[in-house]
């Protein structure tokens, strides 16, 4: 889940200054579980652009608003959205890319929203970091545990010297990721896993921006048959 917050209602309000209409866009997953996005989220922002002069013609609330289909959907059906001066977008990047995608580039489509980071889930209204996306993932040797997400340093062969009782000495409120990556490797009779010296990261393999093409576009001589 992609963990978002509010921007400041100031710099959304000085972004859309001489705009007089709007659409709005949620997100009914990641959005929506952050209280960022949901159907409340796009109440209170067309309540709020309203008392400040700009008419809101019409909101959609997507299941994912990263899904490019869903999207295209939206602007095939809802009359007030090709109209608007400015789509406001209340979503993560992902989301205010895919429909700035879909848009025409003449209307600006704007976010509403931060993206903080990928979280796991505790349970709801409860989010932990634990993946940085980098494109090499390490847990096959650490536990479940990333320390190149959970280290601040993102230090790849060990704790650095700076631990005192397990704890980080970046953030002391969190106990080391490598502390924790050795008891956890400890109880599943895997320590021999710390002997490995792992090589410097390849931050190559995360390089930006990244897409992945499960199909291959169907050929114009292939529809045809």
């Given at each position: 889940?992609?963990?978002t917050k509010?921007?400041?209602?100031?710099?959304?309000?000085?972004?859309?200054?001489?705009?007089?209409s709007?659409?709005?866009?949620?997100?009914d997953?990641?959005?929506?579980?952050c209280?960022?996005?949901?159907?409340k989220?796009?109440d209170?922002?067309?309540?709020?652009l309203?008392?400040?002069g700009?008419?809101?013609?019409?909101?959609?609330?997507?299941?994912?608003?990263?899904?490019?289909?869903?999207i295209?959907?939206?602007y095939?059906?809802?009359?007030?959205?090709?109209?608007?001066?400015?789509?406001?977008?209340?979503?993560?990047?992902?989301?205010?890319?895919?429909v700035?995608?879909?848009?025409?580039?003449e209307?600006?489509?704007?976010?509403a929203l931060?993206s903080?980071?990928?979280?796991?889930?505790?349970?709801?209204?409860?989010?932990?970091?634990?993946?940085?996306?980098?494109?090499?993932?390490?847990?096959i040797e650490?536990?479940g545990?990333?320390?190149?997400?959970?280290?601040?340093?993102?230090?790849?062969?060990?704790?650095?010297?700076?631990?005192?009782?397990?704890?980080c000495?970046?953030?002391?409120?969190?106990?080391?990721a490598?502390?924790?990556i050795?008891n956890?490797l400890?109880?599943?009779?895997r320590?021999?896993l710390?002997?490995?010296?792992?090589?410097p990261?390849?931050?190559?393999v995360?390089m930006?921006?990244?897409?992945?093409?499960?199909r291959?576009p169907?050929?114009?001589?292939d529809?045809?048959?």
């Amino acid at each position: 889940m992609i963990i978002t917050k509010k921007k400041d209602i100031g710099k959304l309000l000085d972004a859309l200054k001489e705009k007089k209409s709007v659409y709005l866009f949620g997100c009914d997953s990641c959005a929506e579980q952050c209280a960022t996005g949901g159907q409340k989220e796009l109440d209170e922002m067309a309540r709020i652009l309203k008392d400040n002069g700009i008419e809101v013609l019409g909101s959609s609330l997507p299941e994912e608003t990263c899904y490019r289909q869903l999207i295209l959907k939206e602007y095939r059906t809802q009359e007030g959205l090709k109209k608007a001066d400015a789509v406001l977008v209340l979503a993560c990047g992902a989301g205010v890319r895919t429909v700035a995608d879909v848009a025409e580039e003449e209307q600006p489509v704007l976010p509403a929203l931060d993206s903080l980071f990928l979280a796991t889930v505790e349970r709801v209204g409860r989010f932990f970091e634990g993946c940085s996306l980098c494109g090499e993932c390490v847990l096959i040797e650490t536990g479940g545990i990333c320390p190149h997400t959970e280290c601040p340093k993102g230090l790849l062969n060990g704790p650095c010297g700076g631990v005192v009782d397990g704890m980080c000495e970046v953030n002391i409120d969190n106990e080391c990721a490598w502390v924790r990556i050795y008891n956890r490797l400890k109880k599943q009779d895997r320590l021999h896993l710390m002997k490995k010296i792992s090589a410097p990261k390849d931050h190559s393999v995360g390089m930006r921006p990244r897409k992945i093409l499960l199909r291959e576009p169907a050929r114009k001589a292939d529809r045809k048959k």
